[in-house]
């Protein structure tokens, strides 16, 4: 399924400079275990997007929206379907 995300950080510091707002939007192809594994990361893991971007040592208010575009019937490129063994 075709996926877009938006991902808006507030107050943060990357590679020694401060940031006021910061926001990034893609798409991406993604079955759909793959997004929800990636929602559950982002609700429990803390320090998510520091963990995850190089140069980010600081985040004040963070929020993801993920927003589905379109529903396929064939997994991304290079990608299993989840049913398949990896």
Do not use: C
Not at 32 to 48: G, K, R
């Amino acid at each position: 399924m075709k996926v877009k995300f938006t991902l808006s950080m507030d107050d943060l510091i990357v590679s020694g400079k401060h940031y006021d707002q910061v926001m990034l939007d893609w798409e991406e192809d993604m079955v759909e275990e793959e997004v929800l594994a990636l929602s559950q990361s982002w609700i429990s893991t803390q320090n998510f997007l520091i963990n995850r971007m190089n140069g980010l040592s600081r985040v004040g208010e963070s929020s993801l929206t993920i927003e589905p575009l379109e529903k396929t019937d064939q997994p991304p490129k290079g990608k299993k379907s989840a049913g398949r063994n990896k």
